[in-house]
């Protein structure tokens, strides 16, 4: 099954090709004070929300690995290749961004 359009068709993986895309997740925390004139009371809301920066995907050739690997935690090693199409990564962001209203 092939998508006819450019958004769908970022999700067509194909085996002679390595895809790859890079992620950044963002902490926001939100203080809201909607026209509120209370002297007394703290009506201010929090709301925090995680933002999602997802960049292009780049292609390029299908990345080939070759690894030795143990089976069952046996001392035996087996060569093995694995054909890599596809690599998505999600980086955190280590600052929370503060917004107020």
Known sequence: MKANDKFHSQFVLNTKEYRDNNN????NHVVTND???DLISDKRKHFSF???NSNAFWTSKTYIKDELV???GQTEEVQTTNNIVLGMYFFVSDNIVEHTR
Request: net charge neutral.
């Open 24 to 27: 950044f997740i963002q902490f």
């Open 35 to 37: 026209n509120v004139l």
């Open 50 to 52: 995680l933002q999602l």
């Open 70 to 72: 143990t089976i069952n």
